[in-house]
């Protein structure tokens, strides 16, 4: 008899960002595996994105998906938020809410989840972060039905975000609240070996094996078709997927690029910087200040399928990271492509470890113009010259979601046993 498992996500298809992603595709790889998948989610107000693709593929593979809906008829709307939103409604819905906006969602997850247990056997929960709010509800329905669950950290919470951040440290209550879920969940997923490193360094009550990583990985199937091979290009392209905004090292990426053109113009021919997914309009408006336009395109989102048949266009795709040791989950698509992978990221940080081990990296710790500058030009005369670097053989089959899917249920198999 399959074992239920209760997945716990605020975000899930028919949104189409990364993150909901990784734990649709972590879902769809359970069901596979012989589970028994239920997914409790919310209904947004606002669809940034709408993939009726990963809806489908999850329908296909057995998976229940239950929505809380929304007070009011949810909208499509994929422009990004303002500068007012991001700049004062979200920090101060930060200090309203604890831990986070998400909580106000708690009260009709909990009477959700009543429903989904009086019609499924679930044997464990697996709560997915973030927003953190779903882990304080997870912990809520599991303490409420006497069932274990585990905790699956895509972002950091209190201490590592110390690692980036150290002004940024969070509250008292938060760290209060993290030791207390800590201390009460089966197992604890991480993204990397730095994350695990340094939660088993800051809470000293968790063993070895209290913490996985478990990659965000990428599916196999979303390869199946698709031209992975190099082919000569008359225009060097370099692809940013997902959303696209004035928060990472993107925008000193952009202005080093433009800054190249500005000092040798003949280049501006040779070279695409390519961005599908949603583009923050402060970024837009400083492609235009820059004077870089022609040399931009936005094709707005594009549907995840779809997306690797644009990646395989690209000659090099490019991600960013400020964290020491957070990997941008797109990170593992890039990887699957078998592509060059160009990275923005601090000097031996996660991401960084994991490019150079690839073979394939193309690799920037300084973000200062001159900097920027030296790295287009030497990736562009790499690929004049067809001299971009090539993956590892057997590098990519790694990090395949179903690598990690036995890695998973075994965990979730033990919380089980020893509840």
Not at 44 to 54: A, N, R, S
Not at 70 to 83: A, E, I, L, V
Request: hydrophobic share 40%; charged share 20%.
């Amino acid at each position: 008899m399959k074992k239920t498992v209760l997945i716990i996500s605020y975000s899930f298809p028919p949104m189409g960002l990364s993150g909901v992603v990784r734990t649709s595709k972590m879902a769809k790889a359970l069901s596979k595996n012989g589970w028994n998948v239920v997914v409790l989610s919310a209904t947004p107000k606002v669809y940034l994105t709408y993939d009726e693709t990963l809806l489908q593929e999850l329908i296909d593979a057995g998976v229940h998906i239950y929505s809380t809906p929304s007070k009011t008829p949810p909208k499509q709307d994929s422009s990004s938020p303002g500068w007012f939103e991001r700049t004062i409604m979200r920090p101060m819905l930060g200090q309203v809410y604890f831990p986070d906006s998400a909580i106000r969602w708690k009260r009709m997850a909990i009477a959700a989840a009543d429903g989904i247990m009086n019609e499924y056997d679930v044997s464990v929960i697996l709560s997915v972060s973030p927003p953190l709010s779903n882990f304080v509800i997870a912990d809520t329905i599991a303490e409420r039905h006497q069932i274990p669950f585990i905790l699956d950290y895509q972002d950091g919470w209190t201490k590592g975000i110390t690692i980036d951040q150290p002004q940024k440290l969070r509250s008292s209550a938060h760290m209060k609240l993290e030791h207390h879920l800590l201390n009460r969940a089966a197992r604890i997923f991480v993204p990397s070996r730095i994350a695990k490193e340094q939660m088993i360094k800051d809470y000293r009550f968790l063993e070895h094996e209290d913490v996985m990583i478990i990659p965000a990985g990428y599916d196999r199937d979303d390869l199946v078709g698709i031209n992975q091979s190099s082919h000569p290009t008359s225009k060097l392209i370099i692809m940013h997927t997902g959303k696209a905004d004035m928060s990472g090292q993107l925008p000193a990426f952009l202005q080093g690029f433009a800054e190249v053109i500005r000092t040798s113009p003949e280049l501006q021919k040779d070279i695409i910087i390519s961005l599908p997914g949603i583009v923050d309009r402060a970024l837009t408006t400083l492609i235009d200040k820059l004077g870089i336009r022609d040399s931009v395109h936005q094709p707005g989102y594009i549907a995840h399928r779809a997306l690797f048949e644009a990646m395989s266009k690209a000659d090099i795709l490019f991600a960013d990271t400020g964290s020491m040791y957070q990997i941008p989950r797109k990170i593992y698509e890039y990887i699957g492509m078998q592509k060059p992978i160009a990275i923005m990221a601090p000097e031996h940080s996660a991401l960084s470890r994991l490019i150079q081990e690839s073979g394939a990296g193309l690799l920037l710790h300084d973000s200062g113009n001159a900097s920027v500058g030296s790295f287009i030009r030497s990736m562009h005369a790499s690929w004049k010259s067809g001299k971009l670097p090539k993956q590892k053989p057997g590098f990519a089959d790694d990090y395949a979601m179903d690598n990690f899917v036995e890695d998973i249920s075994i965990a979730l198999t033990k919380a089980i046993r020893i509840s």
